[in-house]
Nanobody, 121 residues
C-alpha cells in the first residue's frame, strides 16, 4: 500500500512557474514508476509525465515536453513536477500516481488526492 500526498498547487499568471511535490508513504517508493496526470473540468484525466523507478527514464506528453520536468528523490520518497511557462490551458487538478511505467491511468494503482493549479490569463 502506498499513500500519496500532493502539494504545491496554486494560482499563477500566464508564463509563471510552479513546482508540485508528491510525498509517498511506505518503504517501497522506489519499486514504482511515478506519474503525473491532470484533469480539467469536463475533461478526462490525461497523462502529463512519468519517471521510472530509478528516475533515469522519463516521458512527457506533447503539451508538457519542453516546459515541465519530472524528477524524483527516492531517499525522500518524493516526486516533483517543475512546471514553467504555464498557460491557461494548464489549469487542472494535478494528480500523482504510483504504479507501472506508462502513460495510461490504468498503469497506476495508487493515486493522490490532487492539487489544484490555476493559470490566469
Amino acid at each position: 500500500q502506498v499513500q500519496l500526498v500532493e502539494s504545491g498547487g496554486g494560482l499563477v499568471q500566464t508564463g509563471g512557474s510552479l513546482r508540485l511535490s508528491c510525498a509517498a508513504s511506505g518503504r517501497t517508493f522506489s519499486s514504482y514508476a511515478m506519474g503525473w496526470f491532470r484533469q480539467a473540468p469536463g475533461k478526462e484525466r490525461e497523462f502529463v509525465a512519468t519517471a521510472a523507478r530509478s528516475g533515469g527514464a522519463r516521458a512527457y506528453s506533447a503539451s508538457a515536453k519542453d516546459r515541465f520536468t519530472v524528477s524524483r528523490d527516492n531517499d525522500k520518497n518524493t516526486v516533483y513536477l517543475q512546471m514553467n511557462s504555464l498557460k491557461p490551458e494548464d489549469t487542472a487538478v494535478y494528480y500523482c500516481a504510483a504504479g507501472n511505467w506508462g502513460s495510461s491511468p490504468e498503469n497506476y494503482a495508487y493515486w493522490g488526492q490532487g492539487t489544484q493549479v490555476t493559470v490566469s490569463s
